[in-house]
């Protein structure tokens, strides 16, 4: 039997990689990048997905790409909060002093929601209904950080 040498080194392997997100959200970070929320209606229950879906959710009908997209305006409202003391990022989880509010919010004529920061609110000031707006990333790049989070609209209108 033949015995093989086996080495072992340490060092820092970097992954540098793009994936694929297909054309459906492709079209949705195109929007974005222009400061555009985009979702897509299904042709037969005529529910709004944001963001957009190839079958939908309620009825499992495809949704052709061409001509089912609507422009959605960027308010909407808080479906549902919490908040949390992780801070997460890039650059991995941090724990921070305060607390962070991060709210499921329904765009304005769209049946789905989004989780993002909610963002210049005091967690007293939080509740199921409330009307907030997007607060955009100052430099776009197609993709979901484009969107920085949501803040209340003022006077918190329902």
Same mark, same amino acid.
């Given at each position: /039997?033949?015995?093989? @040498? ?10 540098? #990689? ?6 459906? /959200?492709?079209?949705? #970070? ?5 400061? +555009? ?29 061409? !001509? !089912?997209?609507?422009?959605?305006? $960027?308010?909407?409202? *808080? @479906? ?12 991995? %989880? ?11 919010? +329904?765009? $304005? ?6 989780? #993002?920061? *909610?963002?210049?609110? +005091? ?9 907030? +707006? ?11 950080? $484009?969107?920085?989070?949501? @803040? /209340?609209? %003022?006077?918190?209108?329902?």
């Amino acid at each position: /039997m033949t015995r093989k @040498r086996i080495e072992i080194t340490t060092g820092f392997v970097q992954a540098d #990689y793009n994936f694929w997100v297909g054309k459906y /959200m492709d079209k949705f #970070y195109d929007g974005l990048e222009s400061k +555009q929320v985009l979702g897509n209606r299904c042709p037969t229950c005529n529910r709004v997905f944001v963001p957009p879906r190839k079958v939908c959710g309620n009825c499992f009908k495809t949704i052709d790409l061409s !001509n !089912n997209w609507v422009k959605l305006k $960027d308010t909407g409202t *808080l @479906r549902n909060f919490t908040t949390t003391r992780i801070a997460v990022s890039e650059a991995g %989880k941090k724990k921070t002093s305060e607390a962070i509010p991060i709210g499921m919010v +329904q765009f $304005d004529g769209s049946d789905t929601s989004v989780v #993002y920061p *909610l963002l210049d609110v +005091q967690e007293k000031d939080l509740t199921i209904g409330l009307k907030v +707006q997007v607060v955009w990333n100052d430099e776009l790049k197609g993709h979901p950080r $484009d969107i920085k989070g949501f @803040r /209340m609209l %003022k006077g918190g209108e329902r």
